[in-house]
């Protein structure tokens, strides 16, 4: 059974620039849903993809969007980066929407200058 | 709005018991997970509570009071693996709403 994949690992942006990052879902999951870490801070939810559908979104704007595809890998985008969104990106799956249990993978740090 | 409120740092010697308390205030709520991250790597499931009271797993055990809005995750007999960061989480039925987190540090 593969795990959570996140690619890539590391990666270093200038101000107004954009951004892709993306993840494979563990085999078997439909829901991917992924997660901004500042330094010294816990996971905060920018959306969740069910089925390649959005299925929810937290408090982010529009400038963050994303993708999933029909075999449940997913991509964040992020356009017009400003030096806040420094952080680690985190891709967790699911067995379904309504799960509570979330996988998550590694993680894309993101640097942004 | 929606918080969660954890203590930032615990220390403890190996063969201890630590207690790690969460209080919440969320709109939804579901359950209580508690996540086990160390130097950010990728958070790991440790526990989930959805109903009062004590679930055990292993060497950590959880707690969770519906009523009081508090739950709490118990490390015995500790080990320098247990060095890591933990959090509380609140599942919103989508997302998993998560506090600032935990640092504990296990010495010899």
């Known amino acids: 059974e593969t795990g959570v994949t996140q690619s890539p690992t590391h990666l270093i942006k200038t101000r107004g620039q954009q951004v892709t990052l993306r993840c494979s879902s563990q085999?078997?999951?439909?829901?991917v849903s992924w997660y901004q870490q500042a330094l010294g801070q816990g996971p905060q939810f920018i959306f969740q993809?069910?089925?390649?559908?959005?299925?929810g979104r937290g408090n982010f704007p529009p400038r963050f969007s994303g993708l999933q595809f029909p075999n449940y890998s997913s991509e964040l985008n992020v356009n017009a980066l400003e030096l806040d969104d420094s952080a680690l990106y985190l891709c967790?799956?699911?067995?379904?929407?309504?799960?509570?249990?979330?996988?998550f993978g590694p993680g894309t740090r993101l640097t942004v200058t | 709005g929606q918080s969660l409120e954890q203590p930032s740092e615990v220390t403890a010697v190996e063969g201890a018991i630590v207690q790690i308390n969460c209080t919440y205030q969320?709109?939804?709520?579901?359950?209580l997970s508690w996540y086990q991250q160390h130097d950010g790597g990728a958070p790991t499931f440790l526990s989930y509570?959805?109903?009062?009271g004590l679930e055990e797993t292993g060497r950590f055990s959880s707690f969770l009071s519906r009523s009081d809005s508090y739950g709490y995750l118990l490390l015995q007999e500790l080990q320098m693996k247990d060095s890591a960061s933990y959090f509380c989480?609140?599942?919103?039925?989508?997302?998993?709403?998560f506090g600032k987190g935990t640092t504990l540090s296990v010495s010899s």
């Open positions: 967790a799956s699911s067995q379904d929407r309504g799960a509570h249990e979330q996988y």
């Open positions: 085999s078997g999951h439909n829901t």
């Open positions: 993809y069910y089925r390649e559908e959005e299925n």
């Open positions: 969320t709109s939804g709520f579901y359950g």
């Open positions: 509570n959805a109903l009062d």
């Open positions: 989480a609140v599942f919103a039925g989508t997302a998993l709403i």
